[in-house]
């Protein structure tokens, strides 16, 4: 009867040290870190605001692919969290379930400078330049963008 408390005070003290390992660290270093969006502007037809990966061609493109910002030796590297579908148009498409949408994935980036052109590459692929504007934070946008100061308006930026 003895060897009750003692078990029950190991048991509650494994669980509490559990509990504390289990935290998640915040995703891309901390809150001071710029945020940046990576918009795939594949028009898939989805539930605006679910989660999303990217549709073909860019499938690739998902949860857990590395997203890479270079500027001569800086590096920057990413994990991607999972994308949202957001909107590509101001169509009202009425009660219509799966819209057009873009899927976008929202990452904080330490360690990235505003004015600094960055080769970006997406699990190995390419995804052409990006520039950081602390200001005005255009999206990396998969297709790029022949113009990326005309991007579609989200609504909380």
């Known amino acids: ?13 494994a669980l509490m040290l559990a509990g504390c390992a289990a935290q998640p660290a915040t995703p891309g270093g ?5 945020t940046i969006d990576l918009l795939v502007r594949d028009s898939h037809l989805r539930v605006a605001g679910e989660p999303c990966s ?7 493109i998902h949860r857990g692919a590395v997203l890479v910002l270079e500027h001569g030796s800086d ?6 969290p999972d994308g949202e579908a ?3 148009d101001d169509i009202d498409y009425g009660a219509a379930p799966r819209i057009p949408t873009a ?4 990452v904080a980036a330490p360690g990235l400078d505003p004015d600094l052109d960055y080769a970006v590459t997406i ?3 390419s995804a052409g330049d990006y520039r950081y504007d602390a200001d005005e934070a255009a999206p990396i946008a ?11 308006e989200t609504g909380d930026r």
């Open 142 to 152: 998969v297709p790029p963008l022949a113009d990326p100061g005309a991007i579609l």
């Open 54 to 60: 990217a549709a073909r061609p860019h499938q690739y």
């Open 75 to 80: 590096r920057i590297s990413v994990e991607l």
């Open 103 to 106: 899927c976008r994935f929202r």
């Open 1 to 13: 009867m003895t060897r009750l408390p003692h078990l029950l005070a190991a048991s509650l003290a």
């Open 123 to 125: 699990d190995g692929r």
């Open 86 to 88: 957001v909107h590509i």
């Open 30 to 34: 901390g809150s001071d870190a710029p």
